[in-house]
């Protein structure tokens, strides 16, 4: 308090000046939140609140930003599987040829006009492959590994993509070869894929298959473990392998063929011996009758194969050499017995002879044996493959070499256009999964954005209909104090009037 009758300390004077300014800053500041519609315009007005908000906000920001990456993860996404679908559409077109050149009906001008026109279309996707960008980034020419899309707001909050090559010359069926340690017919092409002979056992030669386990490990980490016997046939193997498929994803196909020699006997310039489809060696595994053959030509003996052709599975022909070309196509095993007048010596593909591998009336049985291709559309490998007849590591009969000129080749290419429209498949579908989880993720990074904004406006949004009222408020001390201070200065104006 000050003295009394004091003209210099007017104590009511301050205290009104002081109200006016604690007013003035209240409704400056309310101000301010009716002005940016905020309650927090700095940390003096809550500092805790203050430091809740800009969490909030960096997280927004950080969503925001994440939403727009995954959206552009997704166009990339359809981008790519827009071009596969076209490079599906293509390889179907191939499909069709290959299937109408494996019926022979054409003459060989018209197969080399499939040809030309598969090799077009092979082309075509390849350039597809090779020119399918986003973004100036190529996308299927297999250097779009390991890419890492940022799609949350925090670190580690990412999904890693891989696209593998969809050129023509990287797509197809992968496949298994023949053992090359004893004979079991030519290996066939890698390019192809085509089987080899199948092999004789006649004796104490050995069988083509080994008693013993093999185990497949395919393209997707999965394992198919198989057990084969000695004396199986090559389509019970490939059944046994192809019932475990949906585990590696590699199948099998069994096939039998082998090519002999005709040699007449010569007493009686004739052909004698009996044949036999059988799924095994045991007892019993026998398939239709047993046929036997007696001929006079290789002509005969094809013609007579021929006519049981529907019960036991078996056919015959000549080659351009003449020699006789027996063939199972279910990959069952062919049984030669009791060969009587005339000789079979087996040959490879080249016409030369198998050395032991002679059916006579010395040796006058003996049992073909097929072979196993494993199949599948991606890379595989084998470990103790010579329990069924295969090499460790699987090999690409590739797109782009496909050969629809010839019957045979027609035929090849039908399974490798078959393998490849799978990889095109998978690939496509992993995309589509893909961005299946991109598009969730989206949805939930709304969702959380959506929730972080109500917080966030919980937290610094200004209540406007209680901040005017209490700006109306303020503006209503502000004037009650401005009266105060012009009330607190009459005192003092009348201590002056006490001076001479």
């Known amino acids: 308090m000050s003295a009394v009758g ?19 800053n209240i409704t400056s500041s309310l101000q301010n939140q009716l002005a940016s519609g905020l309650s927090i315009n700095s940390p003096a007005d809550n500092p805790a609140g203050y430091i809740t908000a800009q969490g909030f906000t960096s997280q927004l920001n950080g969503l925001s930003q994440a939403t727009s990456n995954a959206n552009q993860a997704v166009s990339l996404l359809q981008t790519a599987q827009g071009a596969i679908g076209q490079q599906i559409g293509i390889a179907q077109q191939l499909n069709s040829i290959a299937v109408q050149a494996a019926n022979g009906t054409q ?25 399918t960008q986003f973004n100036n980034i190529n996308l299927l020419d297999g250097t779009f590994n390991g890419v890492q899309f940022q799609v949350g707001a925090n670190e580690g909050q990412t999904t890693t993509l891989t696209i593998g090559s969809t050129d023509a010359s990287k797509i197809g069926m992968w496949h298994s070869s023949a053992l090359a340690t004893t004979y079991k017919g030519t290996n066939g092409s890698a390019k192809d894929g085509a089987f080899g002979s199948g092999a004789v056992t006649v004796a104490t030669t050995g069988a083509a298959f080994a008693a013993g386990s093999a185990t497949i490990t395919g393209a997707n980490g999965g394992t198919q ?4 016997t000695a004396g199986e046939s090559a389509a019970s193997l490939a059944s046994a392998i192809n019932t475990l498929s949906n585990q590696g994803g590699v199948q099998a196909q069994a096939y039998t063929k082998a090519t002999f020699k005709l040699t007449a006997g010569s007493s009686n ?6 044949i036999q489809a059988a799924k095994g060696s045991a007892a019993g595994s026998a398939i239709g009758t047993k046929q036997t053959i007696v001929a006079s030509s290789a002509a005969g003996v094809v013609s007579e194969i021929n006519s049981q052709t529907s019960t036991s599975g078996i056919t015959a022909a000549l080659d ?16 030669i017995t009791g060969v009587s007048s005339g000789s079979l010596t087996q040959v490879k593909a080249d016409g030369t002879a198998v050395a032991g591998v002679t059916l006579s009336s010395t040796n006058a049985a003996g049992v073909i044996q097929g072979q196993v291709q494993l199949q599948s559309s991606g890379a595989f490998s084998v470990s103790n493959g010579s329990a069924i007849g295969v090499k460790g590591n699987s090999g690409l009969a590739d797109l782009a070499d496909i050969n629809v000129s010839n019957t045979d080749g027609a035929n090849a290419a039908i399974n490798v256009v078959k393998y490849a429209l799978a990889a095109l498949n998978n690939a496509g579908g ?5 961005q299946q989880g991109l598009t969730a993720n989206i949805n939930n990074m709304n969702t959380s954005s959506q929730n972080i904004t109500t917080a966030l406006g919980v937290v610094q949004d200004a209540n406007i209909p209680q901040v005017s009222t209490q700006l109306t408020q303020q503006e209503i001390k502000a004037q009650s104090g401005v009266a105060a201070l012009k009330s607190s200065t009459q005192l003092q104006q009348a201590y002056l009037s006490l001076l001479p």
Not at 269 to 274: E, I, L, P, T
Not at 322 to 332: D, H
């Open 6 to 24: 004091s003209i210099m300390t007017n104590t009511g004077a301050l205290q009104a000046l002081n109200a006016i300014a604690q007013t003035s």
């Open 107 to 131: 003459t060989p001008a018209e197969a080399q006009s499939l040809q030309t026109l598969a090799g077009q279309l092979t082309s075509q996707i390849s350039t597809i492959s090779k020119q």
């Open 225 to 228: 473990k198989v057990a084969s």
């Open 269 to 274: 310039q004739q052909y004698s011996f009996s």
């Open 320 to 335: 351009k050499n003449g020699n006789l070309v027996l063939t199972q196509a279910a990959g069952q095993n062919i049984n």
């Open 430 to 434: 992993n995309l589509g999964a893909v």
